[in-house]
């Protein structure tokens, strides 16, 4: 069963960047889920998909699932492109853009 090792992005409802320093290593599904015919449950006899490892660098990953051999593929993480602006910046006197309501 292969897994996937990646960094996650930061939450578009949250404005912090917490839980985005780790590289983490999930299995994908070996099995697809299930609706259960009584309550509607989706439910799944893979165990693996619930492990969750987390790595502080990427070799890290890499070196374990290779050294348990687990199929593996690395997703790049995408480059964040922010701008730092002040509150302040609104409210200057030489402002570019014309101050509406």
Do not use: C
């Not at 930061?10 to 960047?17: E, F, V, Y």
């Not at 780790?22 to 994908?28: G, H, K, R, T």
């Not at 070196?63 to 199929?71: V, W």
């Not at 593929?73 to 922010?82: D, F, L, M, S, T």
Request: charged share 30%; net charge positive; aromatic share 10%.
């Amino acid at each position: 069963m292969p897994a996937r090792i990646y960094k996650p992005s930061k939450p578009a409802m949250q404005s912090g960047m917490a839980r985005t320093k780790q590289w983490i290593l999930v299995f994908d599904p070996e099995t697809p889920r299930e609706i259960e015919p009584l309550m509607g449950w989706t439910t799944s006899t893979d165990t693996r998909q619930q492990i969750r490892l987390g790595f502080d660098t990427k070799e890290e990953a890499i070196a374990y699932a290779e050294r348990e051999g687990i199929a593996y593929r690395v997703e790049e993480p995408h480059e964040v492109k922010r701008r730092t602006i002040s509150y302040s910046d609104n409210f200057k006197f030489n402002r570019v853009g014309p101050w509406t309501h």
